[in-house]
């Protein structure tokens, strides 16, 4: 019986730096930049769905080919400083860190943001889906913009 303790216990030692490794943000200040390789904007209004809209007011405007300087701020978050866009970090998938902001009263739809990063922990490349939502009588609009950025 002590054999299978001391077993799982240096199981247990071997395995826990390495999922404490995989549950960490980017360390706070890191900067990165990298170029706007897609961009998607549609709109839902009730069930019919239109694509290649222009995006609306309170929701980044990227342009292809455009770069953008991201941040991690003081809290974790990620930051476009320009654009004034702050995502919360969320957790570390492994392949790539997430950041959301949460569905609220007053912004029903969040945005979500995915670092992903290569074998050493870098970043390589980022989506981001920003959502606008609003609701008129009985038919509900969003608005979805989504960027690809490498």
């Known amino acids: 019986m002590k054999q299978l303790l001391l077993k799982t216990l240096a199981c247990a030692a ?6 404490e490794a995989h549950a960490a943000n980017f360390p706070k ?9 897609e961009k998607v904007s549609s709109k839902t209004v009730g069930f019919k769905v239109f694509k290649k809209v222009p995006v ?11 770069k953008v300087k991201f941040v991690i701020g003081p ?5 476009i400083k320009k654009n004034g866009v702050s995502i919360p ?7 790539a860190n997430v950041y959301v902001v949460p569905p609220s009263r007053t912004k029903p739809s969040g945005d979500i ?9 870098k970043p390589t490349s980022v ?10 009588g009985y038919t509900a609009t969003t608005n979805t913009v989504v960027y690809t950025l490498e």
């Open 127 to 136: 989506a981001l889906s920003f959502f606008k939502s609003k609701v008129s």
């Open 75 to 79: 809290k974790g978050q990620l930051q």
């Open 14 to 19: 071997v395995l826990l730096p390495l999922s």
């Open 29 to 37: 200040g890191t900067t990165f930049t990298r170029t706007v390789t």
């Open 89 to 95: 970090f969320k957790s570390d998938g492994g392949s």
């Open 113 to 121: 943001g995915e670092v992903f990063k290569d074998s050493t922990g």
């Open 56 to 66: 609306p007011a309170g929701i980044p405007n990227f342009k292809v080919g455009q």
